[in-house]
């Protein structure tokens, strides 16, 4: 089946620093790929859908220049965490859809901790 | 907006009994997808079961089905013959047709020797 992964699976950083977090389709090619939060213990929040060769739509509440998402090719995604703080520690799941099948698979995620 | 509510934060379950978790969801969109994912430990989004909206018939895989009441928005999960690898966390979801995915609370089950 159809494979998303994420690098790196899990970060360390420090306050202050930015940390860049790839979503990559390996068999398909993903013309929309969601990111997604997760804190301990609750469940999936969207920040943000992008769209290849697009901008990024955030959802409400998301600060776009705090976390940036460029979705430069039809297989690859990034978000990086800006000047990261101790409370953007969280569990970051990307989402990528199959352009052709209409098909949707998750990446692994990518667990951040910010010192 | 859409919304998905799951009303039981935990559910525990003998090995080899059955077990049922609750869904519903609020929408005014006709056409949509619902979804049961599993996400164990590791944390990875593992597909469970899906249904289309427009398919009356519930959704069966293996010892997995859903019991679909379009008129009622409600979509549960029951989950025959558990097994302890069933043991996880089961998040009930929506898409609508452009893709927009949104997540229930989750449900932690266990399932006991």
């Known amino acids: 089946g159809a494979v998303v992964s994420q690098h790196p699976s899990r970060v360390i950083c420090k306050s202050g620093t930015s940390v860049k977090i790839e979503c990559r389709s390996l068999?398909?090619?993903?013309?929309?790929m969601f990111w997604y939060r997760q804190f301990p213990k609750q469940s999936l929040m969207l920040m943000a859908t992008?769209?290849?060769?697009?901008?990024?739509?955030?959802e409400q509440g998301v600060e776009k220049d705090k976390f940036l998402i460029n979705h430069a090719s039809l297989t690859l995604s990034t978000l990086t965490v800006t000047s990261a703080h101790p409370e953007d520690s969280s569990f970051y799941i990307c989402?990528?859809?199959?352009?052709?099948?209409?098909?949707?698979?998750f990446g692994p995620g990518t667990r951040l901790t910010v010192l | 907006a859409q919304t998905v509510t799951q009303s039981q934060p935990e559910m525990s379950v003998q090995e080899a009994e059955t077990v049922t978790l609750s869904c519903t969801y609020d929408?005014?969109?006709?056409?949509?997808?619902l979804f049961w994912y599993k996400q164990p430990p590791s944390r990875q989004m593992i597909l469970v079961i899906r249904?289309?909206?427009?398919?009356?018939q519930n959704a069966t895989e293996n010892r997995f089905s859903v019991n679909f009441q379009k008129a009622a928005k409600s979509f549960s999960l029951k989950i025959s013959d558990s097994q302890l690898g069933d043991a996880a966390m089961y998040f009930c979801?929506?898409?609508?047709?452009?893709?927009?995915?949104?997540f229930g609370a989750g449900t932690r089950l266990t399932v006991k020797p």
């Open positions: 979801a929506y898409r609508t047709h452009n893709n927009d995915m949104r």
């Open positions: 989402r990528a859809r199959d352009y052709l099948y209409n098909e949707q698979f």
């Open positions: 068999d398909f090619q993903a013309t929309t």
């Open positions: 992008s769209n290849e060769g697009s901008k990024a739509t955030y």
């Open positions: 249904q289309e909206a427009y398919k009356q």
């Open positions: 929408t005014s969109e006709s056409d949509y997808y």
